[in-house]
């Protein structure tokens, strides 16, 4: 076991997704908490056009809503597939979105500031995830007015995000360094590199099914290729530590009765609350990293891990659900996608 993990190439057993984000904003315009409604409306009209009437072949393949005009539900759901952010939802007037067809991309539209432009690529592709958000911000350049500054760069209504207006993350399964202790001392360390650790939602989030947002602080005095090179280098750091504690713990029969005993209550458990669940699939996530599960692969957990969140699950149902209907269905989804894949055991535990 201890070889396999020792062996394994590439690194989709501890890195589940990356995110490139850019904040940029409309010279002549206030940021949005000075905006007033008829403002916001305006800057989410030319952004809606800027998106949709450029002559890219991607512009047609966005599609524009209007965050208004939306459920709590259908709202919630965009922030659990990690397509928004918690604070976009708190007041959708006068906000809007634009969504690629495939979801790798969202526009966000008067959040924080007038465009946040955010793309999302499974497992670690720093580079190709800044390429496309080059792209889209390019196609944007050559229509909108963007405010800069010589000296500062782009300017944010938030001071830390100057400079670049970029944020580059990665999403982490670190269960063996988070069983071990060691999340608190690596948060503190990572501060004074200028990264920063958070839960899966990020800013104030808890770490959900031991999923880790590793991120970058720094965007003045640096550039977005530095900047990216920076948080490539730790992530690959805190990805030999994960996998140097699971070494240590590999061999646990502890640890390995909970895999199994997690593995049989996702197959055959009637009703699983969100916090349950997400231990759950974390720990059988776990075990397919250190070799006790052949026949399931990161896929099929990483997207269980969005499809049982609640808002999520009342979306795809269509109407809004009891706590315990929630548990019935979540519980219901998870067996389902489970005995598609028949997982046996692989590892002999005598």
């Known amino acids: 076991m201890k070889d396999k993990i020792e062996q394994r190439k590439?690194?989709?057993?501890?890195?589940?997704?990356?995110?490139?984000?850019?904040?940029?904003?409309?010279?002549?315009?206030?940021?949005?908490?000075?905006?007033?409604?008829?403002?916001?409306?305006?800057?989410a009209a030319i952004v809606k056009e800027a998106a949709l009437g450029g002559h890219s072949a991607i512009s047609g393949r966005f599609r524009y809503i209007q965050m208004s005009e939306l459920t709590q539900e259908e709202a919630v759901s965009l922030v659990e597939r990690h397509l928004v952010s918690?604070?976009?939802?708190?007041?959708?007037?006068?906000?809007?979105?634009?969504?690629?067809?495939?979801?790798s991309v969202s526009i966000m539209i008067n959040e924080e500031d007038h465009i946040r432009i955010q793309v999302i690529r499974p497992n670690m592709d720093l580079?190709?995830?800044?390429?496309?958000?080059?792209?889209?911000?390019?196609?944007?350049?050559?229509?909108?007015?963007?405010?800069?500054?010589?000296?500062?760069?782009?300017?944010?209504q938030c001071p830390t995000n100057i400079g670049t207006g970029m944020r580059a993350s990665l999403m982490l399964h670190l269960p063996a360094l988070k069983e071990s202790g060691a999340m608190g001392k690596i948060s503190a360390s990572l501060a004074k590199l200028g990264l920063v650790i958070r839960?899966?939602?990020?800013?104030?989030?808890?770490?959900?099914?031991?999923?880790?947002?590793?991120s970058n602080q720094v965007t003045l005095g640096i550039s977005e290729k530095e900047a990216i090179s920076n948080l490539h280098d730790i992530?690959?750091?805190?990805?030999?530590?994960?996998?140097?504690?699971?070494?240590?713990?590999?061999?646990?029969?502890?640890?390995?009765?909970?895999?199994?005993?997690?593995?049989?209550?996702?197959?055959?458990?009637?009703?699983?609350?969100?916090?349950?669940c997400m231990k759950l699939l974390s720990d059988l996530r776990f075990g397919i990293e250190i070799g006790v599960f052949d026949h399931i692969d990161y896929d099929t957990i990483n997207h269980l891990m969005i499809e049982v969140q609640p808002a999520t699950l009342m979306k795809n149902i269509g109407k809004k659900l009891t706590a315990q209907e929630r548990d019935q269905i979540r519980a219901e989804v998870v067996r389902t996608a489970l005995m598609r894949k028949q997982v046996p055991a692989s590892r002999r535990l005598e």
């Not at 007033?36 to 305006?42: T, V």
């Not at 604070?87 to 495939?102: A, N, P, T, V, W």
């Not at 030999?240 to 240590?248: F, G, I, M, V, Y």
Request: charged share 30%; glycine share 6%.
């Open 127 to 156: 580079d190709g995830a800044y390429d496309l958000a080059d792209k889209i911000d390019t196609l944007f350049d050559e229509q909108l007015n963007f405010a800069f500054n010589d000296k500062l760069g782009y300017l944010t």
């Open 86 to 103: 918690p604070e976009f939802i708190s007041d959708r007037e006068g906000r809007g979105l634009l969504l690629l067809d495939d979801e």
């Open 199 to 214: 839960g899966m939602y990020g800013e104030g989030s808890d770490p959900k099914g031991s999923v880790y947002q590793l």
């Open 235 to 276: 992530a690959m750091q805190l990805i030999n530590q994960e996998r140097s504690a699971r070494q240590a713990m590999a061999e646990n029969l502890a640890v390995l009765d909970k895999i199994c005993r997690a593995f049989g209550i996702l197959q055959y458990a009637k009703l699983l609350s969100n916090d349950e």
């Open 10 to 43: 590439d690194i989709s057993d501890v890195v589940i997704s990356t995110r490139i984000r850019f904040a940029r904003n409309i010279k002549d315009y206030p940021f949005p908490c000075r905006m007033n409604r008829e403002q916001k409306c305006r800057v």
